[in-house]
């Protein structure tokens, strides 16, 4: 199913920069990798958790194990983008990201980012904190996925 505006709680405005662009004048695919960081850090930041330094409160950081990128359609130079952010899936010690680019409206690149919190001295996956799931249960417009147990 494509993703609508309507199923984020989160978008950050973006402008396609010429650096951006490869040889075909469109931006560059790995670029939408960047653009994504760049939105889950600000829908971090709107849920009022300060990315790694909110993990390393808890002992904890997330490591990315997985991303995914379907493409539909490209953006060019000085392009006015939405980057959409929601956390659609809540596991015991990993959650995943989908991420939308948008112009005007339309979808550009789909994604999926899926993270695992960690110890931060041995990468051990350790159960989500608490205060984060709860932060992420009263933000999102549609509830994660969790996984039973």
């Known amino acids: 199913m494509a993703e609508t505006l309507d199923d984020f709680?989160?978008?950050h405005p973006l402008r396609v920069r010429w650096a951006e662009l490869d040889p075909q004048?469109?931006?560059?695919n790995?670029?939408?990798l960047m653009y994504f960081d760049i939105g889950l850090t600000e829908y971090l930041r709107a849920l009022g958790w300060r990315g790694a330094n909110g993990f390393a409160a808890h002992g904890t950081d997330v490591f990315?194990?997985?991303a995914t990128l379907d493409f539909h359609a490209p953006?060019?130079?000085d392009d006015a983008l939405l980057i959409a952010a929601r956390i659609d899936y809540l596991g015991r010690s990993s959650f995943r990201f989908r991420m939308g680019c948008f112009r005007d409206g339309t979808l550009l690149v789909a994604g999926r980012?899926?993270?695992v919190n960690a110890t931060r001295d041995t990468r051990r996956p350790t159960p989500l904190p608490e205060p984060f799931?709860?932060?992420i249960l009263a933000f999102e417009r549609i509830p994660p996925e969790r996984k039973p147990g």
Do not use: E, P, S
């Open 133 to 135: 799931i709860a932060k």
């Open 25 to 28: 004048n469109i931006v560059f």
């Open 9 to 11: 709680a989160f978008t």
């Open 113 to 115: 980012l899926t993270y």
């Open 30 to 32: 790995a670029n939408y």
């Open 64 to 66: 990315a194990v997985n």
């Open 75 to 77: 953006a060019g130079h």
